[in-house]
């Protein structure tokens, strides 16, 4: 069991930049693949970003790739999503997610923990 607790949402301009964290509870944070996801107004929850256990694998949407980076800490039981050059489109709640299945499939499996999310909102 985790438990997923997300800071550092707010408000950005156009060009901006924004950097949310995620911290864990529990002994084990390690064992699990850690992902971004966002759910915009009016749209379905997307993955952003995912990061391998050990830090040495990552997954980006294309429409963030070049622009978001995923990392891991895990010392601090923490993941983070350094996100620059923010769009009004990036403008969605961000939720934090973690999963112990085998392997690094992001996009193929159901992440078992999420945070509650924090909104990022950017302006133009």
């Known amino acids: 069991q985790v438990q997923l607790v997300e800071s550092g949402g707010g408000s950005a301009q156009a060009g901006g930049s924004l950097r949310l964290s995620c911290t864990a509870s529990?002994?084990?944070?390690?064992?699990?693949?850690m992902g971004w996801f966002r759910q915009a107004p009016g749209k379905e929850r997307e993955i952003v970003a995912a990061?391998?256990?050990?830090?040495?694998?990552?997954f980006y949407a294309d429409s963030v790739k070049g622009r978001f980076t995923i990392s891991r800490d895990n010392a601090k039981n923490t993941v983070y999503l350094q996100m620059n050059s923010l769009k009004p489109e990036d403008t969605a709640v961000y939720y934090c997610?973690?999963?112990?299945?085998?392997?690094?499939?992001?996009?193929?499996?159901?992440?078992?923990?999420w945070g509650q999310g924090t909104q990022v909102t950017v302006s133009s």
């Open positions: 997610a973690a999963d112990y299945a085998p392997g690094f499939t992001p996009t193929r499996r159901e992440y078992k923990f």
């Open positions: 990061i391998s256990r050990s830090g040495g694998i990552t």
């Open positions: 529990g002994r084990t944070f390690s064992s699990y693949v």
